[in-house]
């Protein structure tokens, strides 16, 4: 395979796993640990939200978000997190990662914050202001998909790029957890200083006034671990591979990645000079040259993570309503208001800890042995599977001796939603773009991610309804109940796996042999990957 590889390029293909890859697998880390934090946190203080703005005590049950109002509370951020993908996306690849990078930090921290102290004269203005910080959170968050992806893959050796892009998406497995242990100590601090009785014995009495604090306590904290990073994102360099290939400083690339593996290098100008005249490395986002080179690959990474994603927020951030259904959390008027908020945050807290977090960890595990491909479409597969052993036999489920059963089988989807597509959807599209269209390209396959998200999440709100009038939440129409629900997003997940097969496998290959950037001509990179799938490597 004819080609120049920088020799800056190939010292950081080449190194030893290293401190430095530690520590900015943290500083990225963190950063999705705010993000997962930030996103999920909302799942357990939205019934605590109805409660206090919308309870009427003339009614048997207590309030509970008009549908709007829980749309917009539960979709506005990832409406944000789409915008913010796109726009940073773009913006990474023309500015540089890490001038971008700090920007979205400072969104995240302030809008956290801003977050809790969400006012208003009446519950329509409280919510409207909520939601409007929680959208340009959202838009923070969303920077920081495609930026913390190319940096980890960008400084990363070639040999384990693929655990060390995963453990930065996997630090998103703790921040769910956090935010289920968050909401546990706060709830139950309240719970035991202000003791209510249950709805159903004291209408009034179940809300204490103080109940109000716990809603903005949780969502607050979400600035700490953001704010405790920006400082060491500051400090890291610009990648070797924007500053050589897209920004075309030798001497910059070389000087910064010196510093950071600790080896003289020197500043190759003339070869930066010709790899940068060569027309391979010129063509734009919407040329026939794209399309042709990684026109199926944009489909599969875009439509594996859009399906992915409304499998996954649909569960996620409606677990508390599917457990309500199988009786794991009691009826709402059997408890009082910090108590619900208790109870929701520890079945978040156990799905976390019993499979979320581990199927991070398996990905970082395996990914550089079983490769990108493999663990994506068994992913899919088990998803598939155990959606449907859910929903078919549901009525089996809902019956008491077999809650726990359920339980199990729910938290099975989420640890091969992890150790699967969850994690390699992130992966990928960071490694099989050209240097000047990574970040743009990683931001579109994230934004279609978060468009499967939205749909997910507005839709199960519907669509999870009982079709028994009778039994649906206030405000809501019939829908088609969670059984068929279930079956639906077993559906998708099968297509998931169909979509997957376009999605090619990027294991054990520098980023310059995977996008052709180092190439003598568009022939020679046809006749290496017409070889590369012939030849074992």
């Known amino acids: 395979m004819a080609g120049e590889q920088l020799g800056v390029l190939n010292a950081l293909d080449v190194a030893k796993t290293q401190w430095y890859h530690f520590t900015a697998i943290v500083i990225a880390g963190m950063g999705f640990f705010t993000d997962a934090y930030d996103l999920f946190c909302i799942s357990i203080v939205t019934k605590l939200l109805g409660r206090i703005y919308y309870t009427d005590i003339h009614k048997e049950k207590p309030g509970t978000l008009p549908p709007n109002v829980a749309a917009a509370v539960n979709g506005v951020a990832l409406c944000g997190t789409l915008a913010g993908q796109l726009f940073f996306g773009w913006l990474g690849d023309k500015l540089g990662r890490k001038k971008v990078y700090g920007i979205t930090l400072i969104l995240m921290v302030v809008c956290s914050i801003a977050s809790g102290l969400s006012f208003g004269r009446t519950a329509e203005g409280t919510i409207a202001t909520l939601c409007f910080f929680r959208f340009w959170l959202g838009f923070g968050i969303g920077g920081d ?98 500053t050589a290939l897209v920004a075309k400083n030798a001497k910059q690339a070389a000087a910064d990645m010196s510093k950071v593996l600790h080896v003289d290098l020197e500043a190759e100008e003339e070869k930066v000079g010709r790899l940068a005249a060569k027309q391979s490395n010129s063509f734009g986002l919407f040329s026939k040259e794209f399309a042709k080179r990684h026109g199926l690959h944009l489909l599969g990474t875009t439509t594996t993570w859009f399906l992915l994603d409304i499998a996954f927020y649909s569960q996620n951030l409606f677990q508390k309503d599917i457990f309500t259904a199988i009786n794991w959390i009691p009826k709402a008027q059997e408890m009082n208001a910090v108590h619900e908020v208790y ?121 999870a309804q009982s079709q028994d009038k009778t039994k649906t939440d206030a405000g809501y129409p019939p829908g088609i109940g969670v059984k068929n629900s279930l079956i639906a997003l077993g559906v998708i997940n099968f297509f998931g796996m169909l979509f ?18 180092n190439e003598e001509n568009v022939e020679e990179i046809k006749g290496a990957a017409a070889a590369a799938r012939t030849v074992p490597v």
């Open 343 to 463: 109870r929701i945050a520890r079945a978040q807290t156990l799905i976390a800890l019993c499979s979320t977090v581990p199927g991070y960890w398996f990905t970082v595990l395996f990914i550089d042995h079983m490769g990108r491909f493999a663990i994506q479409l068994m992913g899919f597969f088990f998803m598939t599977v155990f959606m449907f052993a859910l929903a078919i036999p549901y009525h089996h489920w809902t019956l008491k001796p077999n809650r726990i059963g359920f339980v199990i089988m729910y938290s099975l989807t989420f640890f091969f939603a992890n150790f699967g597509p969850n994690a390699t959807t992130f992966v990928v599209p960071a490694e099989i773009f050209p240097a000047r269209l990574r970040s743009t390209c990683h931001g579109i396959s994230a934004a279609a991610g978060k468009a499967g998200a939205i749909v997910g999440a507005f839709g199960f709100l519907y669509a």
């Open 145 to 242: 998909y495609p930026l913390s992806a190319t940096i980890m893959s960008e400084y990363a050796n070639k040999k384990t790029r693929g655990a060390f892009i995963a453990a930065v998406f996997a630090m998103q497995g703790f921040g769910i957890l956090a935010g289920g242990i968050v909401g546990l100590v706060v709830s139950s601090a309240f719970d035991h200083r202000f003791k209510a009785p249950p709805y159903s014995v004291n209408r009034s009495g179940s809300l204490v006034p103080q109940a109000d604090y716990i809603w903005r306590m949780i969502l607050m904290f979400g600035a700490l671990p953001a704010a405790l990073t920006y400082y060491w994102r500051m400090k890291m360099p610009e990648t070797a591979r924007y």
């Open 500 to 517: 997957t097969l376009l999605v090619p496998e990027s294991k054990g290959k520098s980023l310059e042999e995977l996008t052709g950037e």
